[in-house]
């Protein structure tokens, strides 16, 4: 399971710090499965995910990114100029 935490009134988001926290065995033998941790810099809010969901935003960031890319018309070379007759 993922979850979230987020408290961070009047704050703004400073980047991001992305970490991976391991399987591991509690004190009381609970055992905590691996988790891909995203910090917002500047916040104390966090965004924990579940190796399965961690895959899936991989997975579908590269088509969001490239969605927002073509929206925004993003150029990949620069425009050709002409030549002004004189």
């Known amino acids: 399971m993922s979850y979230v935490s987020v408290s961070s009134p009047g704050y703004a988001v400073e980047g991001v710090e992305v970490r991976y926290q ?8 609970l055992e905590i499965p ?14 924990a ?5 961690a895959r899936g935003l991989l997975e579908a960031l590269p088509g969001v990114l490239a969605e927002h890319d073509a929206a925004h018309e993003i150029p990949t070379v620069e425009p050709e100029c002409e030549a002004v007759a004189s």
């Open 22 to 29: 391991a399987a591991y065995t509690a004190d009381a033998g």
């Open 34 to 47: 691996a988790y891909v941790y995203v910090s917002l810099k500047g916040t104390s809010g966090y965004l």
């Open 49 to 53: 995910l579940h190796l399965e969901h």
